[in-house]
């Protein structure tokens, strides 16, 4: 958790002001028995009214300072561990932005979620209470036995064995709790996987019939949770009365004794009340400091997996990218004997890719599912780094660009469509900001998205949902492509992206792209022959290799897989016309 204090750099004014208040309000919180002794052994001692009254007015003097003190180092506290949250929060989500696909995959949706609300807020808490009641505590003990120690020398031995002995079990607490907060972080990462997905996946639940099985599973790992809470709740149960055991034991200790002194002539009545009242304080602060551990223990756990994230490294940079002029390649992309693999331990998803793409040309990459064609271009924008060979775009090896200058060079329409929740105008404004809505209505026209969106009463401020829950998947797979085109890049990548278009709309889109984006070189991916077959050149990926490279009619006499494919999909009559 150390390593996080850095976070409250900007906050240390408020990072000691705010303890050294609670301390100004524990000095006056040790006068009070000493107050209270005086009371007893002088004013009701001696029947003195006027002697009770004013000190009376002392106590209610000092519980205002008191109150004061504490409200100021609540403030404090509260000012500091809310900045120490929003930079935390801040920096790890800038953090969690340079991850590559690879990272992401690896950790999880889930659990990077978690760690950025749950394990925060913990560790935000722990922060408040930390600089709260951290120092305020111990003070209270230290001075609790300085001032009984003054009061009587004897007696003080009584605070001096109790305190290690509540130590001690503070201690053992913490030594058994701290694991167990950990593991159940993890199960809270489950929980929160097993609902987003239930979330994310309804229909599917329920189109199978699922959702006894699904809350069978949810019950399960839920009362697992339980069970792990349970226990570190059983073990949390028994700091306090432990701790009220010792200290109460400590009491009866202090009146025996003190009773005894009292009858000697060595101590006086108020003293013996005083002596009762400070390891009541004791008591009081040494509880405080168990809660205090407890909620520390809770923030050590998450601090952890929050560092985890942050060991984590990028292992996709453009830290050695540099500034790439305009190069007269015609090359659009090129691939150099390409592999890649999703991690060390796993075979190459593709395999030794090599093809050529002219600036302005149409591609086409078809194949069965899990042939390898979203991986091949996933590595055109250098979403994951290649293992072998090179991967080039206009020349240039696209390890050289920087992120921003690659990507910005790149529309990609990925295959599910994802937009945002906000006005259509604003979804299409996401490549290019500055966008007219003359350059939007374009690129609805040539997505062929026009028509449906000048039906909504509200044109370009039509609300969308998030991820478009109120529009059908044409609607959205149209609008993905719209924001895409709107960007005006120089490569357009269209993965698989018109699946929920029909064949007359489809023809339509890819009649349009072709005729209004001079210039423009196109990729598409899909698993319709017909959506490809008009493409300048084709590739057919197979386990993730090529197997084949052409035209339409090229591949049909040269390439059995692309063949077995068109035979799937179009007629005889219209295979045989293609041949010609």
């Given at each position: 958790?150390?390593?996080?204090?850095?976070?409250?750099?900007?906050?240390?004014?408020?990072?000691?002001?705010?303890?050294?208040?609670?301390?100004?309000?524990?000095?006056?919180?040790?006068?009070?028995?000493?107050?209270?002794?005086?009371?007893?052994?002088?004013?009701?001692?001696?029947?003195?009214?006027?002697?009770?009254?004013?000190?009376?007015?002392?106590?209610?003097?000092?519980?205002?300072?008191?109150?004061?003190?504490?409200?100021?180092?609540?403030?404090?506290?509260?000012?500091?561990?809310?900045?120490?949250?929003?930079?935390?929060?801040?920096?790890?989500?800038?953090?969690?932005?340079?991850?590559?696909?690879?990272?992401?995959?690896?950790?999880?949706?889930?659990?990077?979620?978690?760690?950025?609300?749950?394990?925060?807020?913990?560790?935000?808490?722990?922060?408040?209470?930390?600089?709260?009641?951290?120092?305020?505590s111990p003070f209270i003990v230290i001075g609790a036995i300085i001032a009984a120690f003054l009061i009587n020398v004897k007696l003080t031995l009584i605070f001096i064995v109790a305190s290690p002995v509540i130590a001690f079990i503070i201690y053992l607490t913490m030594s058994l709790s701290i694991p167990r907060y950990t593991a159940i972080q993890k199960k809270v990462d489950k929980v929160s996987l097993l609902t987003r997905e239930n979330l994310a996946g309804v229909r599917v639940v329920r189109a199978f019939s699922r959702q006894e099985?699904?809350?069978?599973?949810?019950?399960?790992?839920?009362?697992?949770?339980?069970?792990?809470?349970?226990?570190?709740?059983?073990?949390?149960?028994?700091?306090?009365?432990?701790?009220?055991?010792?200290?109460?034991?400590?009491?009866?200790?202090?009146?025996?004794?003190?009773?005894?002194?009292?009858?000697?002539?060595?101590?006086?009545?108020?003293?013996?009340?005083?002596?009762?009242?400070?390891?009541?304080?004791?008591?009081?602060?040494?509880?405080?400091?168990?809660?205090?551990?407890?909620?520390?223990?809770?923030?050590?756990?998450?601090?952890?997996?929050?560092?985890?994230?942050?060991?984590?490294?990028?292992?996709?940079?453009?830290?050695?990218?540099?500034?790439?002029?305009?190069?007269?390649?015609?090359?659009?992309?090129?691939?150099?004997?390409?592999?890649?693999?999703y991690s060390e331990e796993a075979e190459n998803a593709v395999n030794g890719l090599t093809f050529t793409v002219k600036k302005g040309q149409t591609i086409g990459i078809i194949g069965g599912t899990g042939s390898g064609k979203s991986t091949l271009i996933n590595l055109i924008p250098r979403f994951y780094e290649v293992s072998e060979g090179e991967v080039q775009v206009n020349g240039e090896n696209v390890k050289d660009y920087t992120f921003t200058d690659l990507r910005e060079k790149i529309g990609i329409v990925p295959q599910k469509a994802?937009?945002?929740?906000?006005?259509?105008?604003?979804?299409?404004?996401?490549?290019?900001?500055?966008?007219?809505?003359?350059?939007?209505?374009?690129?609805?026209?040539?997505?062929?998205?026009?028509?449906?969106?000048?039906?909504?009463?509200?044109?370009?401020?039509?609300?969308?949902?998030?991820?478009?829950?109120?529009?059908?998947?044409?609607?959205?797979?149209?609008?993905?492509?719209?924001?895409?085109?709107?960007?005006?890049?120089?490569?357009?990548?269209?993965?698989?992206?018109?699946?929920?278009?029909?064949?007359?709309?489809?023809?339509?889109?890819?009649?349009?792209?072709?005729?209004?984006?001079?210039?423009?070189?196109?990729?598409?991916?899909?698993?319709?022959?017909?959506?490809?077959?008009?493409?300048?050149?084709?590739?057919?990926?197979?386990?993730?290799?090529?197997?084949?490279?052409?035209?339409?009619?090229?591949?049909?006499?040269?390439?059995?897989?692309?063949?077995?494919?068109?035979?799937?999909?179009?007629?005889?009559?219209?295979?045989?016309?293609?041949?010609?």
């Open positions: 958790m150390f390593r996080l204090f850095r976070y409250l750099k900007k906050y240390i004014v408020e990072s000691i002001l705010g303890p050294l208040f609670k301390m100004t309000e524990a000095t006056f919180e040790l006068i009070v028995p000493v107050v209270m002794a005086k009371i007893i052994d002088v004013g009701i001692k001696n029947n003195d009214k006027e002697y009770i009254l004013r000190m009376g007015g002392v106590l209610v003097l000092l519980g205002v300072l008191g109150l004061a003190c504490s409200l100021t180092a609540q403030y404090f506290a509260a000012k500091a561990s809310m900045g120490f949250g929003t930079a935390l929060r801040k920096d790890l989500y800038h953090h969690l932005n340079k991850f590559s696909h690879s990272e992401i995959d690896k950790i999880g949706t889930s659990t990077l979620i978690t760690r950025m609300t749950g394990d925060i807020n913990q560790a935000q808490t722990g922060i408040n209470m930390l600089l709260r009641l951290f120092l305020r099985e699904e809350k069978q599973d949810f019950k399960e790992t839920s009362e697992s949770l339980m069970k792990h809470q349970i226990v570190v709740g059983r073990i949390s149960a028994l700091l306090n009365p432990a701790t009220y055991v010792v200290v109460n034991s400590a009491i009866l200790a202090i009146i025996w004794f003190g009773g005894k002194t009292v009858y000697a002539g060595n101590l006086t009545q108020g003293e013996v009340i005083a002596l009762v009242n400070y390891m009541s304080q004791i008591l009081l602060a040494l509880v405080a400091l168990a809660n205090l551990i407890v909620i520390l223990t809770k923030a050590s756990a998450s601090s952890v997996r929050i560092n985890e994230i942050f060991n984590t490294k990028p292992q996709l940079t453009d830290e050695n990218a540099k500034k790439i002029s305009e190069n007269n390649s015609e090359n659009a992309i090129e691939f150099r004997n390409v592999s890649f693999k994802v937009l945002f929740k906000g006005t259509i105008r604003d979804n299409m404004r996401w490549g290019k900001a500055d966008a007219t809505d003359e350059e939007i209505y374009k690129a609805l026209d040539i997505a062929q998205a026009r028509e449906f969106v000048d039906s909504k009463p509200d044109g370009l401020d039509t609300m969308i949902m998030q991820n478009g829950r109120n529009l059908s998947g044409g609607q959205r797979q149209r609008l993905t492509i719209a924001r895409a085109i709107v960007k005006k890049c120089e490569i357009l990548i269209l993965d698989d992206s018109a699946s929920a278009l029909d064949y007359a709309t489809d023809a339509k889109l890819r009649k349009a792209i072709s005729e209004e984006t001079d210039g423009l070189t196109v990729i598409i991916v899909s698993q319709r022959a017909t959506t490809i077959k008009n493409a300048d050149s084709i590739i057919v990926m197979d386990d993730g290799e090529i197997v084949g490279k052409g035209t339409h009619k090229e591949l049909l006499k040269n390439c059995n897989e692309y063949r077995e494919i068109c035979q799937s999909q179009l007629t005889r009559e219209e295979i045989e016309r293609d041949e010609k």
